[in-house]
């Protein structure tokens, strides 16, 4: 059972959480999260007993120096709290590792803590390999069980059959609940995906804004995702295979009739920069209330 450490009383707290391992190509879900707890000061205040769930031989304990002193960390989820991050509303964020077994007993364990602090919505991040070119924007699908949501935020009904990772789990764990869900899911170049991907992190953070109607600051996210992008035109160009793939897969992408062409995603962009101008640290009330 996860136990809080000293946990204020929490105005109707929101719960973002991604997981290292199958569900984080480009640790572009996992990046998301360290930035928004570097962003607002999160603080640990749980975590899981890694004991029942991970197998150390894949997922190894780590010594570090720290003040001196040497100490061992133990790979695990943690929850961290981000006091009224969003327009006063508290944020839980959930840093992790995919489980090496017992899933349900995993997902039971943290679903316990999110509904013991009266989660009003939890949003689950990820990221997959995709056909997709890294010169356009990557992209990001938004789905819900949850009808209200889905007609509030004008989302279309999952279709994805396959296999799934703990995020799939958690979110349709919740969902059975009844808790207000959201997974967001980005798309990342496969043939760029074995490096970290700034850009496909950016692009969830940019979706994270529409979903919770906030503001959030992107820090040196811009900056790194055009570094990346660079990076990758430089391999495409050294490698005429490459260059012909990605040039193949701009011209799909630009044909097909893609959510970032369409007019819901202009209004967003629109609504974004609305807000930015306004007030570049307001923030308002997130989805789910």
């Not at 109707?12 to 640790?27: L, Y």
């Not at 304990?61 to 508290?90: I, M």
């Not at 949003?123 to 992209?139: E, I, K, S």
Request: aromatic share 6%.
């Amino acid at each position: 059972m996860i136990e809080f450490d000293d946990l204020p009383d929490l105005v109707d707290p929101v719960v973002i959480a991604a997981f290292e391992g199958w569900n984080d190509a480009g640790e572009a879900a996992s990046s998301l999260v360290e930035h928004l707890a570097q962003l607002w000061d999160a603080v640990p205040v749980a975590a899981i007993d890694p004991e029942d769930y991970y197998d150390f031989q894949v997922n190894r304990p780590r010594v570090a120096n720290e003040d001196g002193r040497r100490r061992l960390s133990w790979p695990t989820t943690r929850l961290l709290h981000a006091p009224r991050a969003l327009g006063g509303r508290d944020v839980i964020l959930v840093q992790g590792i995919e489980p090496s077994t017992r899933w349900r007993s995993f997902v039971v364990e943290l679903l316990e803590a999110i509904t013991d602090i009266d989660a009003v919505l939890v949003v689950a991040l990820g990221a997959l390999l995709a056909d997709v070119p890294h010169t356009r924007p990557c992209p990001v699908s938004v789905f819900s069980e949850d009808a209200r949501l889905t007609h509030r935020l004008g989302l279309e009904e999952p279709t994805y059959e396959g296999p799934t990772g703990i995020v799939g789990v958690l979110a349709d764990a919740a969902a059975q609940n009844d808790l207000p869900t959201l997974s967001c899911w980005v798309s990342v170049p496969h043939y760029a995906g074995g490096t970290p991907s700034p850009k496909a992190t950016l692009a969830l953070l940019s979706r994270l804004e529409d979903v919770l109607e906030a503001t959030i600051d992107r820090g040196e996210l811009e900056e790194l995702s055009k570094a990346w992008e660079r990076g990758v035109d430089e391999l495409a160009a050294s490698d005429e295979e490459v260059s012909e793939y990605v040039q193949a897969l701009e011209e799909a992408q630009d044909t097909a009739d893609h959510p970032e062409a369409s007019g819901d995603a202009i209004a967003r962009e629109f609504e974004r920069y609305l807000r930015r101008r306004d007030d570049p640290g307001e923030t308002d009330r997130p989805a789910g209330s």
